[in-house]
């Protein structure tokens, strides 16, 4: 008993798992959850977003601040792939037991039964029937295939097998996709690298995780670097001149435009930005409480002692252009055994307020700039694999959609008399039905011309009212609005 | 004849042809089904001419890009787009009656992107992350998609209405459209239509970002909303082969589907920041 129940609930689970309900709610809640994220802050803009201290720790403990790389997001898309091998394992046996299924015998009767039919009644002989209905048939959908029935003529004719399975490929597409980015997302880094003109580095700054540092086996130059500009002003093209170096080689040397990256060994050099950077700079400090004047030369980050004094200034930081004011300097005094004090100091100002610093008045004398390239770096060895999803992706699509499965079968007999001959076609398409129909109307036209059919009343008229909108369109005749299921998919279900 | 003339030109035209078009179902008289379609179709070619010729005039200008660089640009575009699909469908369905859909919302697209406060209609330079060839196969399919869609949004309301009047032709305009079945079907092509350059187009600019920064997938605004959209649409399209969801239901998803393309569109420029916020 109890195993039986076990068993009854696994199966419940996979059914679950493997229902369109599922997907459907999974579709939804991705949309609803992305929706969530493009309206909440994202990484770091969190603090500076102005929600209160409360507001901020229950979206942080929600991970709705870095929503899309959240375990419960990441947990929706699992749930999207499980959803489909589930599926796939469930139908694509069926499908293929399906499309490998023989062809039954049918006679008129069953044929009528079709929504798209035609039955009609001759009084040619079956024999002279039969080459022309195959011709009808040929001229229209193509061969049939003679089932070799005693009784009665049946022929079949099948296209496009395939399409059935097309869908299967669009499904697989979305896993080598998911495959490719985790693949990415495990082997694969990212991150920057800014180099000043005329220097070499092998140091990238991570982008996830902070103060995250790699080094690549090989060194990248940046030989030059220049932007230049349209009369409007607007940047039109930043150019880096690179060169890598192995193991003390040059070994590639290549200009890098935005859109136009460079690879070495799996990584890839993006142009991404550029800056300036400070070389040197000469800097003239006025103590005030004694009046005497000092000359320091120094560089970014380095400490150095204010020349006759215990005291020590560093440049922290430095802008090449200060909101408009210029290249600025931010300057770090500290006096022993007290808090550093800091401020920028505007290199073209020298009587800006800020540029005094305790009791020091500093002046800029001499500045000397390097531009530096933005490098955006990254390592993706699962791009491939992606890529071979997204192609997969269209092809799968188009073919879904614009392929089909066809199936005609035609049927002749004589009737219970003996005095007429019975024709009976039927169509089946797996997609695009008004196409289906049209040709199918085309094929009935030619039957009834070429046999000097006479109409027999069989309940199913469906076809002649088909063909009646398609005429008139505007004023098809009234009908039921509501629409249905088609037999096709009431099979499928 | 400058481009600017040409597309004002054809803002009219498009206006026209609604106002052709929607007489022609008010009235019930076919003959003007037919000169919305003559308009619609001259509009459309005197359009084309428009857009190569500011082509044309940006390389003139020494910045040579293809128009689709901006709002303005994008705007012209789509309903450019909107136009050649209708008229293909038109020509392939011998659907006529339904064409004052697609025609008002070109009208619309056009007069917003002429008259709207901060459009700015001129020809700029392109910003270095947008020169690449990818922009042109990236802009194209997506605006397929989304004139599709639009399309099927219009369809949708159409059928809604619809739905509920009987065919008879004492029933007053409503009548004179396809019936429901047959709304819900054109509807339904449409939307495949739309779903297909939808992904190519996420495909495309997915490529293109790869290319451009190193990340296929950066979780930009606009790119997520993209996403959102396709999801509502592989939902609808699910919803309707596996579940028999037909008639409302799809057209209301169609409707959401619609209103999260022209989220991604306007509401990502105007509303979000990121990669895409080029049309400011
Ligand atoms: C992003 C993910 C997915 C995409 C892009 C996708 C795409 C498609 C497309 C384009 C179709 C054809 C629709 C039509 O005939 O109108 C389809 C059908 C289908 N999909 Fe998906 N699908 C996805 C996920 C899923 C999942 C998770 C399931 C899980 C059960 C699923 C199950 C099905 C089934 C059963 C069909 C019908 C197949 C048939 O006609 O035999 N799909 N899918």
Request: hydrophobic content about 45%; proline content about 4%; aromatic content about 12%.
């Amino acid at each position: 008993m109890a195993n039986e129940k076990e068993k009854g609930s696994s199966a419940n689970i996979l059914d679950w798992l493997a229902s369109l309900k599922l997907t459907l709610f999974v579709f939804f809640s991705l949309a609803a959850a992305s929706t969530i994220g493009t309206l909440l802050p994202q990484g770091a803009e969190l603090e500076e977003s102005g929600f209160s201290p409360g507001t901020i720790s229950l979206i942080q403990s929600l991970g709705l601040n870095n929503l899309y790389h959240s375990s419960w997001f990441r947990m929706l898309l699992m749930l999207l792939c499980v959803n489909l091998l589930v599926c796939t394992i469930d139908r694509l046996p069926k499908t293929i037991k399906l499309l490998r299924r023989q062809e039954d015998q049918f006679d008129s009767n069953k044929l009528s039964k079709f929504g798209t039919s035609a039955v009609m009644a001759t009084r040619m002989s079956a024999e002279e029937v039969r080459p022309l209905v195959q011709n009808a048939v040929a001229e229209t959908f193509g061969q049939l295939k003679d089932l070799g029935s005693s009784a009665r003529f049946c022929g079949v004719l099948e296209k496009g097998r395939w399409s059935r399975l097309m869908v299967y490929g669009v499904h697989a597409s979305v896993i080598l996709v998911v495959l490719g980015a985790l693949l990415g997302s495990i082997v694969g880094y990212k991150g920057f690298m800014n180099i000043p003109e005329g220097e070499a580095s092998d140091e990238v700054e991570l982008t996830v995780g902070a103060h995250n540092h790699l080094t690549l086996p090989f060194q990248v130059k940046c030989d030059k670097f220049e932007v230049s500009f349209y009369d409007t002003g607007a940047p039109k093209e930043f150019k880096s001149d690179l060169t890598i170096i192995d193991n003390g080689k040059e070994v590639v040397k290549q200009p890098i435009v935005v859109n136009d990256p460079l690879s070495y060994n799996g990584v890839t050099f993006y142009q991404s930005s550029y800056g300036a950077t400070l070389k040197h700079v000469e800097l003239e400090i006025k103590d005030s409480n004694s009046g005497k004047t000092e000359k320091v030369t120094t560089s970014l980050q380095q400490t150095v002692s204010i020349p006759g004094t215990d005291d020590q200034i560093r440049i922290s930081e430095f802008q090449d252009n200060l909101m408009g004011f210029g290249p600025a300097l931010g300057v770090v005094i500290s006096k022993p055994a007290k808090p550093a004090n800091g401020s920028w100091v505007l290199a073209q100002k020298p009587d800006f307020h800020g540029n005094k610093i305790l009791n020091y008045q500093i002046k800029v004398k001499n500045i000397s700039k390097a531009n530096y390239t933005g490098l955006q770096v990254s390592r993706d060895p699962g791009v491939w694999v992606v890529y071979m999803g997204f192609t997969l992706m269209l092809l799968g699509i188009m073919l879904t959609f614009y392929s089909s499965h066809n199936k005609v079968w035609a049927c002749i007999e004589p009737n219970e008399n003996g005095n007429r001959t019975i024709v009976a076609v039927a169509g089946r398409s797996s997609r695009n039905a008004p196409a289906f129909n049209d040709k199918f109307d085309e094929l009935r036209d030619r039957l009834n011309s070429v046999l000097k059919a006479e109409p027999i009343k069989l309940e199913q008229t469906k076809p002649e009212k088909a063909k009646a909108e398609k005429a008139r369109p505007e004023k098809a005749k009234a009908e039921k609005t509501k629409p249905g299921k088609t037999k096709e998919e009431k099979k499928k279900k | 004849m400058t481009s600017s003339l040409l597309l004002s030109i054809t803002t009219f035209i498009y206006l026209l042809c609604t106002v052709l078009y929607v007489a022609a179902v008010v009235f019930r008289y076919r003959p003007l089904l037919f000169a919305g379609t003559m308009t619609a179709l001259g509009g459309f070619i005197i359009q084309t001419a428009g857009i190569i010729l500011r082509w044309k005039e940006s390389y003139d200008m020494g910045y040579g890009h293809a128009p689709l660089s901006n709002m303005y640009e994008s705007l012209v575009f789509g309903a450019w787009s909107i136009i050649a699909i209708y008229l293909v469908f038109e020509w392939r369905s011998r659907q006529r009656a339904l064409g004052f859909v697609p025609a008002g919302m070109a009208f619309i697209a056009m007069a917003y992107a002429s008259f709207a406060t901060g459009m700015d209609a001129k020809i700029q330079p392109l910003v270095p992350a947008l020169k690449s060839n990818w922009l042109i196969a990236h802009v194209i399919t997506c605006f397929l998609g989304y004139a599709a869609f639009a399309v099927s949004f219009g369809l949708s309301m159409l059928y809604l209405l619809r739905k509920d009047v009987k065919d008879n032709p004492g029933h007053g305009a409503l009548a004179f459209l396809p019936n429901a079945r047959q709304l819900d079907s054109i509807n339904y092509q449409m939307i495949v239509f739309g779903f297909l350059w939808l992904s190519v187009g996420i495909i495309t600019g997915s490529v293109w970002a790869n290319s451009a920064w190193g990340t296929y997938w950066s979780w930009d605004p606009k790119e997520t909303w993209s996403l959102i959209t396709w999801f509502i649409y592989a939902a609808l399209l699910h919803a309707r082969t596996m579940k028999g969801w037909q008639g409302p239901r799809v057209a209301w998803l169609s409707m959401i589907g619609f209103a999260c393309v022209l989220f991604t569109y306007f509401g990502v420029n105007y509303l979000l920041s990121g990669l895409h916020s080029y049309g400011r």
